[in-house]
């Protein structure tokens, strides 16, 4: 299990980024974090072609390995957040 962060300036590059990534099967948690289960063969090419897209210097991306177990405890609650679905299918605690 992996979450990806961003912080992208440019609404273009953000958009490719984020096209980029739910083409690669990651799940969108909130506006800049993504998740989901990526084996090792894919998250070296989401570094490689996400190097491609961001502008060194002006954004920022990174890659957490995070255990199903630590994932599953998290607590999730506030605005901006789409992951009912995606929380239920990994037992993560909405409140």
Do not use: H
């Not at 909130?30 to 072609?49: C, L, M, P, R, T």
């Amino acid at each position: 299990m992996y979450l990806i962060l961003y912080d992208i300036c440019n609404d273009k590059t953000r958009q490719l980024l984020v096209k980029f990534l739910k083409n690669r099967g990651l799940y969108r948690l909130q506006k800049s974090v993504f998740a989901g289960d990526i084996k090792k063969n894919y998250i070296k090419e989401i570094i490689i072609e996400s190097k491609k897209i961001i502008v060194e210097g002006e954004d920022s991306f990174i890659i957490i390995k995070v255990n199903k177990d630590i994932f599953k405890k998290m607590i999730w609650f506030g605005i901006d957040i789409d992951v009912e679905k995606y929380l239920k299918e990994k037992y993560i605690e909405v409140i």
